[in-house]
């Protein structure tokens, strides 16, 4: 049967970023999906090489713009475990509270615009309203709608005034009542019900194999939360406190993922409210003192999943190397596995549904004479045995490579 | 002020392209469609193509990969048309300058491809979402 191939991108009124997609159809049917990327690298890994320790949360704050807390958290983290400095508990507790903010107003986007796709416009307006109160809260507690330069080595940049909290409680008390409300509407719809139900499902297997992190892999059945395995900050103490828990489900449909994420505002919201009743008094930061060579990891749940970053030093005022992995990295092959014998109409739903972040993801890119490619993993393989074998030669080692050749 | 420019100023369809943003940009812009903020009241309305667009609004830097497209869509646009630089990387490349993957700035590019491109800048990282709608009235009110 003759093939049909439907490209979208990279400039699409459907999608935020610039990304392009090829759908391979037959009829209405989806067989295969491609993704192509590679509009938006800018080179991050490398402008950190040239700024101060100091200067690098500022942009990997502009890695993304929605998860704008998650790329500085995850960096700091790194630092501090390189240094083995303790933050002081006013400091944990402000970044975490900014951490859940974010993840409130992230989720309450990606509601409205699940709702903008299945054509519920109504939808889009009222969760992008809800979400205005969650942005004057954070103007209040940080400085600036989106990007709040909370996150420092050492603990928070800034102390937040107990004027800016009172507010946030006040905001997390109206956006409760409405989250609820969202939640009531998606579980009572029959429309919304017949639209998502079975709709791209991605089975457990699936997203233990494609390593699916965050939102993406907890509807599946995958019990994976950094915050909940690897507690950092004021996350430990939290969950201990039980002032929230890990929503976890099985279907692994669309519906799941949009409950797995209503869910979770309202778990985020109970947790920033135990946040600030338990908020501690005292400093808010501590000087690093000397840097050393050494190399450290850091990892934060990000509203998209598990966002890890490292770093390394040679003891100068700047890192040597600075690598970073987004939850999108490992979300976006997920689409080979739910995609495929899908309707065309629900493509765009399903591709929407792992929250996509294609800013975060770009870190790899192939130009070479004004071609860009992209390296397979057999052209990987060969470039690695290649490079180690000239190093052999470099270094007058006999090679037991040979057997590659 | 010619017929064409008359007509431009009535109510203006913008089409989006993001170029290599960080998203932040891009959502404010979003925002600016919802009950808050809803730019619809003065007629600007986000359309599919720029075949229907009276002005652009772009975000981000233009990374190797995006330049050509850009171009592409910027003549694909009727003309005359606005180039609105929403953010710090559209009106002068903010952290990324000196990065191997930004050769060069959007206005750059555009005023290569059309010396008489109406290009304006709105500053600000993000630039909050009052900013965006007082540099639009502002434009329009100078055109």
């Known amino acids: 049967m003759k093939k049909t191939i439907l490209p979208i991108g990279p400039f699409h009124p459907l999608l935020e970023e610039p990304e392009f997609f090829t759908f391979h159809l037959d009829g209405e049917t989806v067989i295969d999906v491609d993704v192509r990327i590679g509009y938006n690298h800018r080179g991050h890994e490398k402008l950190a090489t040239g700024l101060t320790w100091d200067q690098v949360p500022f942009l990997v704050e502009r890695i993304c713009g929605i998860c704008s807390t998650s790329h500085p958290y995850a960096y700091v983290l790194a630092v501090e475990d390189m240094l083995g400095i303790e933050p002081p508990p006013r400091g944990k507790y402000i970044r975490s509270l900014i951490g859940e903010m974010e993840r409130i107003h992230s989720h309450l986007l990606w509601l409205g615009l699940a709702g903008h796709f299945i054509g519920y416009n109504t939808v889009w307006m009222w969760a992008w309203r809800y979400r205005e109160e969650i942005l004057d809260a954070c103007e209040l507690l940080s400085g600036n709608r989106n990007h709040y330069a909370m996150c420092r080595v050492g603990g928070a940049r800034r102390d937040v005034s107990q004027k800016a909290l009172d507010f946030t409680m006040k905001a997390l008390d109206t956006n409760e009542k409405s989250t609820k409300m969202f939640l009531g509407a998606v579980a009572d719809d029959p429309v919304i019900h017949k639209r998502l139900k079975g709709v791209g499902i991605l089975t457990k297997e699936d997203a233990i194999a494609y390593c699916a992190t965050g939102p993406t892999s907890r509807p599946s059945g995958v019990r994976w939360d950094i915050r909940e395995t690897d507690p950092y900050d004021a996350y430990g103490e939290s969950l201990e406190a039980g002032a929230w828990k890990v929503i976890v489900t099985e279907n692994g449909d669309v519906f799941d993922k949009a409950v797995v994420r209503v869910l979770e505002t309202l778990e985020s919201i109970y947790l920033c409210r135990w946040l600030i009743e338990n908020m501690p008094d005292g400093d808010f930061q501590v000087v690093p003192g000397e840097m050393h060579e050494g190399e450290g990891c850091g990892h934060h749940e990000a509203p998209r999943g598990e966002v890890f970053h490292y770093v390394r030093s040679d003891g100068s005022n700047k890192p040597i190397r600075h690598k970073v992995r987004a939850p999108t990295f490992s979300n976006l092959p997920t689409y080979k596995a739910s995609c495929p014998g899908e309707q065309i109409a629900d493509v765009a739903l399903i591709t929407a549904a ?13 130009i070479a004479g004004g071609k860009h490619s992209s390296l397979t993993q057999d052209d990987l393989v060969k470039l690695s045995v290649e490079k180690t074998m000239e190093i052999e030669k470099r270094m007058g080692v006999k090679s037991v490579l040979n057997k590659f050749k | 002020m010619g017929l064409k420019t008359a007509a431009l100023k009535k109510s203006i369809w913008v089409f989006h392209v993001a170029c ?80 191997y993957n930004v050769p060069r700035r959007i206005d750059e590019i555009i005023r290569e491809e059309d010396p008489n491109a109406i290009i304006v800048y709105i500053p600000g990282c993000p630039p909050k979402p009052e900013a965006m709608i007082a540099g639009v009235v502002k434009a329009l009110s100078v055109l």
């Open chain 1, 354 to 366: 792992i929250d996509p972040c294609y800013c975060c993801t770009e870190r790899v890119g192939v």
């Open chain 2, 20 to 99: 290599s943003p960080c998203n932040n940009c891009d959502i404010e812009i979003l925002d600016l469609l919802t009950p808050r903020f809803d730019v619809e009241r003065f007629g600007i309305v986000l359309v599919g193509s720029p075949r229907h667009a009276d002005a652009l609004l772009i975000t981000g830097v233009a990374n190797t990969h995006v330049t050509p497209r850009l171009i592409e869509t910027y003549r694909a646009t009727a003309k005359p048309c606005v180039c609105f630089l929403f953010g710090a990387c559209a009106s002068h490349g903010n952290f990324f300058r000196g990065s």
